[in-house]
């Protein structure tokens, strides 16, 4: 959308691509500064609180390997599943379809 604005409102004579550069700096700027005042989900912050509260002190942390458990296997098989055929099918676009 800040494309379409931009292109609509600045005259082609300016270099458009330096103004959507310094609205994505202010734009990440603006969330640095709003997420450290903002409080954490109500639900999360309970679930911390009372596993910190658990006589070891921490909340239990897990570990890399976690995701490839049983219960949670699909998702990364999936993923990786996409991201190879994406991975296969712009090699085989850029590598093998003549460029006209």
């Known amino acids: ?6 292109s609509l ?3 082609a004579a300016i270099q458009r691509g ?3 550069f310094w609205l994505g700096i202010l734009t990440c700027l603006l969330v640095i500064y709003i997420l450290p005042q903002r409080a954490g989900a109500q639900i999360f912050s309970s679930l911390r609180r009372r596993a ?3 006589p070891g002190g921490a909340a239990p942390r897990g570990s890399f390997l976690d995701i490839f458990s049983p219960p949670l296997l699909r998702t990364p098989f ?3 599943t996409l991201s190879t055929g994406m991975l296969a099918a712009y090699y085989s676009i850029t590598t093998w379809c003549r460029h006209f």
Do not use: D, E
Not at 1 to 6: E, L, S, Y
């Open 18 to 20: 330096k103004i959507l």
């Open 1 to 6: 959308m800040a494309f379409w604005a931009v």
């Open 78 to 80: 999936s993923a990786t």
């Open 9 to 11: 409102l600045v005259p």
């Open 52 to 54: 910190c509260t658990r």
